[in-house]
T-cell receptor, first 111, second 114 residues
Framework: AQSVSQHNHHVILSEAASLELGCNYSYGGTVNLFWYVQYPGQHLQLLLKYFSGDPLVKGIKGFEAEFIKSKFSFNLRKPSVQWSDTAEYFCAATGANNLFFGTGTRLTVIP | EPEVTQTPSHQVTQMGQEVILRCVPISNHLYFYWYRQILGQKVEFLVSFYNNEISEKSEIFDDQFSVERPDGSNFTLKIRSTKLEDSAMYFC????????????FGPGTRLTVL
């Protein structure tokens, strides 16, 4: 069955620290991968997406993610986080008609 | 930039009552979705809708749930007889395409069943 796993439930970082959030997926066919962010009290917003081509994709606000097919991974990275990055981050995958979401990672950035 | 909108932002209802959650997808999008997020849990797929019919639904989407596109702009989710466990944030989303279409989410409706 298709699924998405995010192993980090809560990550706490100081400003300017580097970030990497893990995401693993399981799906037998062609998969499209997404990272969404949910700021406190707001709705889901798309950070970046991977459909095909260059496995290193760049998104908004300095985020990037790397698709590693052999590891079934799509980890999110940012070299230097800011306090405003405090939010919930969701990895998602789609193969057919819907999105499968991971459980989310809560990121808290301490000023 | 066009957005998905949802009304109401918060709905409080008594157990057993019917509720209708409303969504206005982005105007040129063809695929519509409902998801829910129970407090503290992950976002879960409920149903997808295309060409005036359900294209896929999850196990959560039982006979108590129905969706409709009553006109050219609205997309509704109806829960016939609400249960306490239906309390959640309900998100509507829409996309231009399915396999390569990015889904854009609305702000959500918080449903509280008492």
């Amino acid at each position: 069955a298709q699924s998405v796993s995010q192993h980090n439930h809560h990550v706490i970082l100081s400003e300017a620290a580097s970030l990497e959030l893990g995401c693993n997926y399981s799906y037998g066919g062609t998969v499209n991968l997404f990272w969404y962010v949910q700021y406190p009290g707001q709705h889901l917003q798309l950070l970046l997406k991977y459909f095909s081509g260059d496995p290193l994709v760049k998104g908004i606000k300095g985020f990037e993610a790397e698709f590693i097919k052999s590891k079934f991974s799509f980890n999110l990275r940012k070299p230097s986080v800011q306090w405003s990055d405090t939010a919930e981050y969701f990895c998602a995958a789609t193969g057919a008609n819907n999105l499968f979401f991971g459980t989310g990672t809560r990121l808290t950035v301490i000023p | 930039e066009p957005e998905v909108t949802q009304t109401p932002s918060h709905q409080v209802t008594q157990m057993g009552q019917e509720v209708i959650l409303r969504c206005v997808p982005i105007s040129n999008h063809l695929y519509f979705y409902w998801y829910r997020q129970i407090l503290g849990q992950k976002v879960e797929f409920l149903v997808s809708f295309y060409n005036n019919e359900i294209s896929e639904k999850s196990e959560i989407f039982d006979d108590q749930f129905s969706v409709e596109r009553p006109d050219g702009s609205n997309f509704t989710l109806k829960i016939r007889s609400t249960k306490l466990e239906d309390s959640a944030m309900y998100f509507c989303a829409s996309s231009v395409a399915v396999t390569r279409g990015t889904q854009y989410f609305g702000p959500g409706t918080r449903l509280t069943v008492l």
